[in-house]
């Protein structure tokens, strides 16, 4: 059972402009949400966080949204750049560290 | 700190040959996963450990697949006999924040491919 949808599953955007990431879920247990980056070659990486209290948390260019209510949250990434072209998992977390991964999805900004 | 070092990053192999993928944790974390990833399956969760215990292991996929925390410092993932279908990119984790957090330190992962 996939607890936690991720799409769209690739996107590309030109230089500039704003990809959003989609992400639902369905276990109301989950009480923390990370957002991961992966690099080709190398080990997904924590991007941004939020827990289901707070309904926007921004970090530089990145901002994460959440809706309790949907059990929905999304990334956006502002003034994108093609040093942000990578894959990014959204993840929902309970009972300590146990992550459960969405399937990812293939960012590629154009020049 | 070196962060999360996997053994080997690449490894090819025949079916049938005994796989054996190494990690050293972040120092100071008695915690560790490990993860595997496929273009199929995406990140699954193979095998949590706490204080060198293994809490859930329930993400192994079947008896070929073994995991040990002998200590603080090391953990093996070992997979005996392997098959093509376990080819993917392992991964082990440590975490970086409080326990409950979800944030975790991977490692650049192994590579493996069963032939």
């Known amino acids: 059972q996939q607890q936690v949808k991720q799409s769209p599953q690739s996107l590309i955007v030109q230089k500039g402009g704003i990809p959003i990431i989609n992400c639902a879920y369905e276990n109301t247990a989950f009480d923390y949400f990370p957002w991961y980056q992966q690099f080709p070659g190398k080990g997904p990486a924590l991007l941004i966080a939020?827990?289901?209290?707070?309904s926007e948390k921004k970090e530089g260019r990145f901002t994460i949204s959440f809706n309790k209510s949907a059990k929905q949250f999304s990334l956006h990434i502002m003034d994108s750049q093609p040093g942000d072209s990578a894959t990014y998992f959204c993840?929902?977390?309970?009972?300590?560290?146990?992550?459960?991964f969405g399937g990812g999805t293939r960012l590629m900004v154009k020049p | 700190d070196a962060g999360v070092i996997q053994s080997p990053r690449h490894e090819v192999t025949e079916m049938g040959q005994e796989v054996t993928l190494r990690c050293k944790p972040i120092?100071?974390?008695?915690?560790l996963f490990w993860y595997r990833q496929t273009m199929m399956r995406g990140l699954e969760l193979l095998i949590y450990f706490n204080n060198n215990v293994p809490i859930d292991d329930s993400g192994m996929p079947e008896d070929r697949f073994s995991a040990k925390m002998p200590n603080a410092s090391f953990s093996t993932l070992k997979i005996q006999p392997s098959e093509p279908r376990d080819s993917a990119v392992y991964f082990c984790?440590?975490?970086?924040?409080?326990?409950?957090?979800?944030?975790?330190?991977f490692g650049e992962g192994s590579r493996l491919t069963v032939l």
């Open positions: 120092s100071g974390h008695n915690s």
């Open positions: 984790a440590s975490p970086s924040g409080g326990l409950n957090t979800g944030e975790l330190f």
């Open positions: 993840a929902a977390t309970y009972a300590g560290n146990m992550l459960t």
């Open positions: 939020i827990r289901p209290d707070v």
